[in-house]
C-alpha cells in the first residue's frame, strides 16, 4: 500500500489505476513459484481476460493526455514493488493454507496482520514526527474524530470479509474480487445515475463479465 500511494507522485492516476488492476497475474505467478500452487492453461486466459477487461474499462484517454509525470521510471517501479508485494503476500497465504493442518482462522489472521501494521505505522510516525503533527491536526479540527472513527470501522469490517475469503477460497480469487470492486463500482453509477461508457469501456465490460462466467463454470475444473 506504501509504494502504491507513493506511486502516485511520478505516475498518473489511471496510470495507478491500470497498474493495480494487474494484481491477480502476481498473485498467481509467485502463488505456483513459492505457494505450491498449479493452475490449468485455462485459468491463466480467464484471468487474463478479467485484467484485460477492467485495465480498458477503467482507462480514461483524455485524463491520461492531460496528466503530466516527472522522474519517468520511479513511479513504475513503486508499482511494479506494489504488485510484487500483493503477490508474495498471496504466496504466503497460500503456503500457510496448503501447510496449516487446518485452515488458518481469517480472525487470527486479521489480528496478527493489523498488529504488525500498528507497530510499524508507529515506528514510522516516530521517526518522521508525523505523531505530533498528527495530533496538532485533531485539537485543530476535532471533528475528524468522528470521520476516522466510522473510517475505521467500515475498513474493519471490509478486512473480514477479505480474510475470510482468503480462509475460505484462497488468495486468488480474493484478488479478483478486489480487482473487478472499481469496475462494478463505476458500472453501477452507469446503472444508477445515467453515466455514459465509451465504446472502449464497453468492450472491457464485455470481457469481464466474459472472463468471470468463463472462470465461474470451468475455472475449478
Known amino acids: 500500500m506504501v509504494t502504491s500511494n507513493m506511486s502516485l507522485r511520478w505516475v498518473s492516476y489511471p496510470t495507478q489505476v491500470i497498474g493495480k488492476s494487474c494484481k ?7 502463488g505456483v513459484l513459492i505457494g505450491g500452487r498449479s493452475y490449468a492453461l485455462r485459468k491463466y486466459m480467464f484471468v487474463l481476460l478479467i485484467v484485460v477487461g477492467v485495465a480498458l474499462f477503467m482507462y480514461n484517454p483524455s485524463k491520461a493526455a492531460t496528466s503530466t509525470t516527472n522522474a519517468i521510471g520511479l513511479g513504475e517501479l513503486m508499482l511494479l514493488m506494489s504488485l510484487s508485494m500483493d503477490g508474495l503476500t498471496g504466496a504466503v497465504q497460500e ?35 508525523e505523531l505530533l503533527t498528527f ?24 478486512q473480514f470479509f477479505i480474510f475470510v475469503m482468503v480462509s475460505e477460497f484462497g488468495p486468488l480469487p480474493c484478488s479478483i474480487v478486489t480487482t473487478t470492486r472499481k469496475f462494478f463500482t463505476v458500472l453501477a453509477s452507469v446503472i444508477f445515475f445515467g453515466n455514459i461508457l465509451t465504446g472502449t469501456q464497453w468492450f472491457g465490460t464485455i470481457a469481464v463479465f466474459a472472463g468471470l462466467a468463463l472462470d465461474s463454470v470451468f475455472g475449478g475444473k
Request: charged share 10%.
Open 95 to 129: 503456503r500457510m493454507r496448503g501447510e496449516a493442518n487446518a485452515k488458518p482462522n481469517s480472525a487470527h489472521m486479521m489480528k496478527m496482520i493489523n498488529l504488525f501494521s500498528i507497530a510499524y505505522t508507529f515506528i514510522g510516525l516516530i521517526l518522521t514526527g
Open 24 to 30: 491477480p497475474i502476481p498473485v498467481m505467478m509467485l
Open 135 to 158: 495530533v496538532h491536526f485533531v485539537e485543530r479540527h476535532p471533528f475528524v474524530v468522528y470521520e476516522m472513527l466510522t473510517f475505521s470501522i467500515a475498513s474493519a469490517l471490509g
